[in-house]
């Protein structure tokens, strides 16, 4: 029976997910099997919502090739994108008003409902409508699983988890497009979508048995007005993010439409949170300064390494001549980079309880890397960009789960939720602006070095698509193949040069960063434990002891 128990509320309601702490903070009834089975069931929840768009996009052409649609095939990212974007804040806001557990749950169901219909699907349609389905799903996996380990696990303990949480992303990322590929060759693409079912079953039976949390029922009524500013602003940005530049020219008409529509709903949206009962994004979260900086840190780390994730793989493809079966793996050097740094953070973090120093030096480390791989051109050799993205990754590594932890640790409990998911949210519209921006300047470049050095050639060439995969590039003439790799390099010079810029942003707002004691840092000679009086976020060290 101990081992089916997991971290109960020790007020068993109030601020809720607290640890089950006895008299004078020590800790009662460690479970280690049951805090590991919980935080695996976590990690595979995690894993689901990273892992699915680099699965698909493996799959996609043989998906166009069965049901048609190409001309909306860019949809099938689009919905899933857009849904995940707009329900990202409600997810973080009901888990705070009704349980983090039940929602939890509930938006683990609804993704698995998505993707079962999602491999059913028998034509394009069918296929955009259930994506969208899965993504209301996956905007509460993410912030379900931040939330909860918030919960569960004080911030001066939750660095020794960085390493995990950035593995999950560093496996998703390379394994992603190997998975997508063995799936569709020996499978068929519908496995694609059913690959998350068992997984989900999983990881619901193992929440639904070991994790308990206590129930709540918010007496105020969910902010629809709100939800509605919210969703559509969300999703006037994100269509401009995705159109601009390649559906529709960034001057025209429905960008520009989009653009006042998506202002105004968010500026009513500011309005509107000033005067609801139970606002989705609670204003005065933004009056702790440390959690204001890390939302744009975590805009600026979302936009500059997507666009990395993005570009990177295109440069030795094109340039290097590396296969496009193995781009997942491309990115081992600064992915590996990622996980290990940022899993010497969180051990240095847990030691010490000091914090700042890592968005420091994420700053200068991004700024450094992003710069080096400006500097990469048709010459440069697969070793020398390897360390190149190491350093950059490095960067990363600093910054990833930093950003959460200190937003986490400038919230009360009561907000653990909506902090989640707004620095989720952050993140995500940074890595949307990023793709946007840095790809126009990438294609913009391309097509006029291409028309420089091919003349028509080179215009005819990329006058669809700056972006050439490898069977393509291969029938080119010698002349213009050469010109397109020269082309594909100083594109990358102008995307990274202007990452770099970017970056120097994470410097100076890392800069003015206050380095507040992490709350639950465990008990002290007194038996009294720092954060466990006040603001309800500490004495939760049952679960980081358990483990």
Known sequence: MADKRAVEDEQGGGQGGQGAVGEQGKPEGKQPRSVRVVLLALMIAMMLAMLDNMIIGTAMPTIVGELGGLEHLAWVVTAYTLATAASTPIWGKLGDMYGRKGVFMSSIVLFLIGSALSGMAQDM?????????????????????????????????????????????????????????????????????????????????????????????????????????????????????????????????????????????????????????????????????????????????????????????????????????????????????????????????????????????????????????????????????????????????????????????????????????????FRTLGSSFGVAIMGALFNSRVQDVMHERAGALGSQVTERSAQLDAASLAKLPAAAREAYQYAVASGTHSAFLLGAVVAVAVLAAAVFVKEVPLKGAGPEKGGESPGAAGDGAGAQTVVVEAV
Request: glycine fraction near 14%; proline fraction near 4%; hydrophobic fraction near 50%.
């Open 125 to 425: 349609g069918q296929l955009i409508g259930f994506r969208a389905v899965q993504g209301l799903g996956a905007g509460g996996l993410m912030v379900g699983v931040m939330a909860i380990i918030g919960d569960l696990i004080p911030p001066r303990e939750r660095g020794k988890y960085q390493g995990l949480m950035a593995g999950v992303m560093a496996l998703a990322m390379i394994g992603g497009p190997l998975v997508g590929g063995a799936l569709t060759d020996h499978l068929g693409w519908r496995w694609s979508f059913y690959i998350n079912l068992p997984l989900g079953v999983v990881a619901l039976a193992a929440i639904s048995v070991v994790l308990h949390l206590p129930k709540k029922r918010a007496k105020t009524r969910i902010d629809y007005p709100g939800v509605a500013l919210l969703t559509v602003g969300i999703t006037s940005i994100v269509l401009v993010t995705t159109w601009g530049g390649t559906e529709y020219a960034w001057g025209s008409a429905m960008i520009m439409e989009l653009i006042g529509i998506g202002v105004s709903s968010l500026v009513g949206f500011v309005f509107w949170q000033t005067k609801a009962a139970e606002p989705i994004i609670p204003l005065h979260i933004f009056r702790s300064r440390n959690f204001t900086l890390m939302s744009v840190i975590g805009f600026i780390t979302g936009f500059v390494m997507f666009g990395a994730v993005l570009f990177l793989p295109l440069y030795q493809q094109s340039v290097q001549g590396a296969s496009a079966t193995n781009s997942g793996l491309l990115l081992l050097p600064m992915l590996a980079a990622m996980m290990v740094v940022s899993m010497i953070a969180g051990r240095v973090t847990t030691s010490s309880g000091k914090y700042k120093v890592f968005p420091v030096a994420g700053g200068v480390l991004l700024s450094i890397g992003l710069y080096l791989l400006s500097q990469m051109d048709t010459d440069t050799s697969r070793l020398t960009s390897g360390l190149y993205m190491a350093v950059a990754g490095a960067g990363m590594g600093c910054l990833m789960q930093i950003t959460m932890l200190v937003a986490q640790n400038s919230v009360e409990m009561k907000d653990m939720g909506v902090a989640s998911s707004t620095t989720t949210l």
